[in-house]
């Protein structure tokens, strides 16, 4: 199976907005904002391996 390894034209400009939006943000914002997205990646990385695995 293969993934594409690029974003699509919606994904490059929800990045960009999310970019300009992350640049006025100070540290502490910045590090909470960060750990957040970091814990949704691993709650989707474990949706995905339970949805490989049947277990849903």
Same mark, same amino acid.
Do not use: C, H, I
């Given at each position: 199976? @293969?993934?594409?390894? =690029?974003? =699509?034209? %919606?994904?490059?400009? $929800? +990045? @960009? *907005? #999310? =970019?300009?939006?992350?640049?006025? #943000?100070?540290?502490? %914002?910045? !590090? =909470?904002? +960060? +750990? %957040? *997205? #970091? $814990?949704?990646?691993? *709650? @989707?990385?474990?949706? *995905? @391996? !339970?949805? #490989?695995?049947?277990?849903?």
């Amino acid at each position: 199976m @293969k993934f594409p390894a =690029s974003l =699509s034209t %919606e994904q490059q400009f $929800r +990045l @960009k *907005v #999310l =970019s300009e939006e992350v640049k006025r #943000l100070n540290q502490e %914002e910045a !590090q =909470s904002y +960060l +750990l %957040e *997205v #970091l $814990r949704q990646l691993m *709650v @989707k990385d474990n949706f *995905v @391996k !339970q949805v #490989l695995k049947g277990d849903f």
